[in-house]
């Protein structure tokens, strides 16, 4: 296998599109674009895939835009960008498997900010970007089986974010697969718990439509406060 491109400024671009699109997104889109295309780590399908993901948010009215991700990434749990949802749903295992990947984040000297998940996929492409790319390529192997679930279902439902994920598992260095996982349950169903456990649920900890703060913040230096950027 070829040594893989430099991918750091195309995974962070990656992270973005992911993300909720509010205004900071929405206002460096074209920036993106062309962050996309000068890296060129990926062909030139992965990147006519993004561009018209781009010109689809971009043409989109802003409050059309938001209510879209919401509705596409957290009505059901097959297009679900947490990665351990296809993991481990609301097992118990769930909490000890963000504790470790917090841990490896933290094993790199990057720290999340308050209010993120480890395991939220643009998190999780923000760690892989600070990382060499064959270190890079190989953590996105070791998830391209959730790639593939979360890219099968947008694909399923027509939507331009398809190719964001598409672009990721090339990334990888895998071929994406087609899946047959269960059918979607409802936001309703997926929330439900057991009487005794009622309000407990961990599906959608972070609220939709709140700004997002950038995910993973180096170790404060010299005094510098727990708000402290890369």
């Not at 062309?34 to 990926?42: F, G, K, N, R």
């Not at 990665?83 to 917090?102: K, M, N």
């Not at 087609?178 to 997926?190: G, I, N």
């Amino acid at each position: 296998m070829n040594a893989p491109r430099p991918m750091a400024r195309t995974l962070r671009v990656l992270a973005r599109l992911l993300a909720y699109p509010d205004h900071g997104v929405r206002a460096h889109l074209a920036e993106m674009r062309d962050v996309l295309h000068a890296e060129a780590a990926i062909s030139q399908d992965a990147l006519a895939g993004l561009d018209a993901l781009i010109a689809h948010v971009s043409a989109q009215d802003p409050l059309d835009a938001e209510a879209d991700y919401v509705q596409l990434f957290d009505s059901g749990r097959r297009t679900a960008l947490y990665l351990f949802e296809h993991v481990h749903g609301d097992s118990r295992e769930r909490g000890p498997a963000l504790i470790d990947l917090a841990q490896t984040f933290e094993q790199a000297g990057l720290y999340l900010a308050a209010g993120e998940m480890p395991d939220h996929l643009p998190v999780v492409l923000e760690f892989a970007s600070t990382q060499p790319p064959s270190a890079a390529r190989a953590f996105l192997a070791e998830i391209a089986h959730l790639l593939a679930i979360v890219h099968d279902a947008l694909r399923k439902r027509q939507t331009p974010y398809a190719a964001a994920l598409l672009a990721l598992i090339e990334l990888s260095g895998e071929t994406p697969g087609r899946t047959e996982p269960p059918a979607d349950e409802s936001l309703d169903a997926t929330w439900a718990e057991p009487a005794a456990f009622a309000g407990c649920g961990n599906t959608g900890q972070a609220g939709p439509g709140a700004p997002r703060p950038i995910p993973l913040v180096r170790r404060p230096r010299d005094g510098a406060g727990p708000g402290a950027r890369r």
